[in-house]
């Protein structure tokens, strides 16, 4: 079994037992790595790129479990592939069933599932686990289960006697982390704030995988785009310094024409207090296609802003739950409708 031409460097094949070899020697074969574009899924990708080491190939292509039937697996034959982070769309099954089916019919074979969300779910969707390098894991065993990608993956390589270096372990560490949404670590600021001014860009996840898999520190490119959210963070504090209090822990912002990550933005709001957070800005309006000036209400309390807003005769213009976006001009009806819940 010393196929570990691929391996990690100062790994020399004679020096592995054989648990380690076969772990190792199936993850080095892979050239297709399918992960979800988390702090934990990219930063957990980067191990394992450089587990698997410089020799071939290997695509890198980022998802989410409820969007894998828009992959085009009919462009991947023949592959060796690894799941990252990927949990079985617990909605909706059969899509990631479809999925396996067609990854399957085109000769492509799975060699690791690193998921920490419901190894019951795979079991059904897989049949069996043969022939994994990594198995996936659920959260059935309680405080001791794995609570991330990164974290899988590392039990799974201490399991199998695989030594691994400083650096793939504080990716995973970061990933672990990262997951705990707790961005502190090195590589996990990095890739947080390199993710956050273009959020659906997943060439970025793409590029920061692949380099923090071989690489300690941000290069050019990925440092402006951590300047882009730097800015994105000083334009959130000129926000906040003019927010307005309306009564009733309701306060109100302005953020047309700013570049603003909205979720830091209200997470920062609701931290200073605000129940009920108000931002006027742009968003996208599923029914006109396009954006608009609009009021968006947010709350990290546990309301439905949705009910409430419709009791209150306004029509959205989107949103869910705990985030609802109005119109302008259906603002002060919906204010009235919050107040008085909040008020109750
Ligand atoms: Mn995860």
Redesign the pocket.
Known sequence: MNQLGAGPRGAAPEDLNMTQNQTLATLATTDLVIS?G?V??IL?TAAVLRLIGQGHEVEVCFTQAFTVNKLLVGSWQGRQVALV?LAVNNRDPEMTRTFVEQLRENGNTLVAVI???SREDWLAILGSFDGLAVEPQSQQGGDDAP????EVFRRDLTAAGVEVDDHTLELLKA?DA??RMDFSTHFGAIVNRGVKSAIADDSRRVHLARHLAQNREADSEIQDWISEYEAILVNHQEIIASKQDLGDGIVRVVATDRAVDMSTLMNTLYRSGGRVVIVEGEAFVPAKKRKEVLAAFGTADNLDLMTTIREGGVTPLGGFAQKVNVALEDEAATLAAVRAVLAA
């Open positions: 979800v988390s934990d899924g957990t982070d998921d920490e969300h609570k991330s990608s990164g990933a990262g997951d």
